[in-house]
């Protein structure tokens, strides 16, 4: 008996867009209805049977987030896949836990296009099939008020290697199983986890680091441990390790590849019987922890080595997210660098408004050996020594210009006056205001009159 035809249905508030949909997604062989609004969409959907919704986030009343939630509530069984110009982590996150099949940011590619609805479609017909139509690829989570810091609204970037990121994290956050790290040294793998965490149904829980680079290797056991009185020589008292501390939360082992053959086997035994012995003790005490690991380097060559062990390896990938450095995601830069720039302001108090031109292309012509936390140090430098409403080449250090240009640039700038900085400053936007004071004005966040007093100075 022939499949009858899947019901697709394209909701965007660009014409464009709807239409060039339409008609790839005609010519694979799919029924296709449009909508140029969230409204309209819905209105469909109390009217028609669809298998399958593709929708824009960024539209009028009713958004994309709107228009899944009514579809869960009016057919259940439609899957939806999310598709924005718009790419955030808040988006994504919200998107997969309202029960979005996937989310896909533009410009999108129509091979992505094609392969996405082919898996949703295949995976609503393997659910009807199962008579299961409430498999959620993520629980769906009730809203949590968090630390700020730890929100992954503060996981800052909107390329496409970072989209990649938020989507994984928005599937693994309510989970249970394991998160294995990869990321250069700086770029971010810490904040990642602690976000993953408050993000989780343990977020009232601890969440302990533990740089497994930094420990002492006698004493790695018992840190993590624990021990009895009398375990060693010092021991003069029982003490619980940070794996009983963690209990109920999280436990992130930064540089995971500097762990001991040794400890590797007790933490493989802990991973497969959620128990653990202090050192010294023979009482076996059950830990319900969830592990988050992380590496600066990759662990092929420990594994092919004999220096780490792959099944220890296996249980810790069972989810593995990768951190691009900062270099290989470069159009981040300056969402990144006006985040610090209003972290830090607010901190120092200063009133510094934004990065010059200048200034933000050497931010992103450098190479960032140091990643965004390196970023992060720059700009909080600049900030403390800026003197100005703004960010400057000057406030930069002087291996950027060296790296950026070859040789140090603007020697003649480092001998000028404050008060000509300024002027030249004040020149500068006017031009790009194409001559509009008022509009400059507002810009540098000074009056007309202050204005006319800079560029009358000598």
């Known amino acids: 008996m022939n499949r009858p035809i899947p019901h697709l249905l394209v909701v965007d508030d660009d014409p464009v867009t709807v239409n060039l949909l339409e008609e790839v997604l005609s010519k694979e062989g799919y029924q296709v209805t449009t909508a140029l609004s969230g409204e309209d969409a819905i209105i469909l959907g109390t009217e028609n049977i669809f298998d399958m919704i593709i929708t824009d986030v960024r539209m009028g009343e009713k958004d994309g987030i709107e228009v899944l939630r009514s579809f869960k509530k009016i057919s259940p069984e439609t899957t939806v896949v999310v598709i924005t110009a718009f790419g955030s982590i808040e988006n994504a996150i919200e998107a997969i836990r309202e029960g979005a099949f996937d989310y896909i940011s533009k410009p999108f590619k129509l091979e992505e296009i094609r392969l ?3 898996r949703a479609l295949e995976q609503r017909r393997l ?63 810490e904040l990642l986890a602690r976000s993953i965490h408050y993000n989780s149904l343990r977020n009232d829980r601890p969440f302990i680091p533990v740089d497994c680079a930094s420990l002492v290797e006698t004493l790695m056991e018992s840190e993590l441990f624990g021990h009895v ?14 794996l009983e501390e963690a209990e109920g939360g999280t436990l992130f ?53 004999g220096k780490f062990r792959e099944d220890l390896f296996d249980r810790l990938n069972v989810v593995s997210i990768t951190l691009p450095p900062l270099r290989e995601r470069k159009d981040d830069i300056p969402l990144l660098a006006n985040h610090f720039l209003q972290k830090f302001s607010q901190e120092n108090n200063k009133n510094i408004s934004h990065i010059s031109p200048e200034a933000s292309e050497i931010l992103f012509q450098y190479s960032w050996p140091g990643n965004v936390r390196e970023l992060e140090h720059i700009i909080e430098r600049a900030v403390i020594l800026s003197t100005h409403p703004i960010i400057l080449p000057e406030d930069l250090p002087r291996k950027m210009f060296i790296e950026t240009k070859g040789t140090e640039v603007l020697p003649a700038e480092k001998l000028l006056s404050l008060k000509e900085v300024e002027k030249r400053y004040v020149l500068k936007v006017l031009q790009e205001t194409g001559g509009n004071k008022k509009k400059a004005s507002e810009i540098l966040g000074i009056d007309r009159t202050t204005l006319y007093r800079i560029l009358e100075k000598d």
């Open 253 to 305: 082992l930064d540089e995971v590849s500097n762990l001991n053959l040794a400890m590797q086997t007790k933490l493989l035994r802990f991973l497969q019987e959620h128990e653990i012995k202090r050192v010294g003790g023979t009482e076996s005490i059950k830990v319900d922890v969830r592990v988050i690991a992380a590496t600066n380097q990759s662990l092929e060559p420990l594994l092919k080595n």
């Open 127 to 189: 659910l009807q099939e199962n008579k299961f139509f409430r498999l959620a690829i993520v629980g769906v989570a009730a809203a949590r008020e968090l630390p700020d810091t730890y929100q992954f609204k503060n996981v800052i970037g909107r390329t496409p290697q970072m989209f990649h990121v938020y989507k994984t994290i928005a599937k693994v956050a309510d989970s249970k199983s394991t998160v294995l790290l990869y990321g250069e040294r700086g770029t971010g793998k």
């Open 116 to 118: 996405t609805v082919q």
């Open 229 to 242: 009185r009398g375990a060693f020589t010092g021991a003069h008292s029982a003490k619980r390790g940070l």
